[in-house]
């Protein structure tokens, strides 16, 4: 079995700053690409920030500039630092990551259970 287990939304008024943290545990034989997506009230989920295992990003035109996605693969983790934000920005965020379990050769798509972020104005 394999979990991504999310932990830092919360309430942040316009203008400030939260991070994210999204580990990984389980049978994991090696995890490829980690990502963060939101979904908004009547909206679609839609991929926020990327990182490949060569820590490659990759950003939504939205959140260029203001946040930031690293992860550290000795913990099986992937962060996401959100500064300067808006109320656009409130939704709930999930991790992603493309992980092979031990043993296995397949690699599957797991998803986090999300985590609130509200941005007051």
């Known amino acids: 079995q394999v979990q991504l287990v999310e932990s830092g939304g919360g309430l942040v008024q316009t203008g400030g700053s939260l991070r994210l943290s999204c580990a990984a545990s389980?049978?994991?034989?090696?995890?490829?690409?980690m990502g963060w997506y939101r979904q908004a009230p009547g909206k679609q989920r839609e991929l926020v920030a990327a990182i490949t295992s060569g820590y490659i990003t990759n950003y939504a035109d939205s959140v260029k500039g203001r946040f930031t996605i690293s992860r550290d693969n000795a913990k099986n983790t992937v962060y996401l630092q959100m500064d300067s934000l808006k109320p656009e920005d409130t939704a709930v965020y999930y991790c992603?990551?493309?992980?092979?379990?031990?043993?296995?050769?397949?690699?599957?798509?797991?998803w986090g259970q999300g985590t609130q972020v509200t941005v007051s104005s």
């Open positions: 992603n990551a493309e992980i092979r379990r031990t043993g296995r050769w397949r690699l599957d798509a797991y």
């Open positions: 389980g049978s994991i034989g090696s995890i490829n690409d």
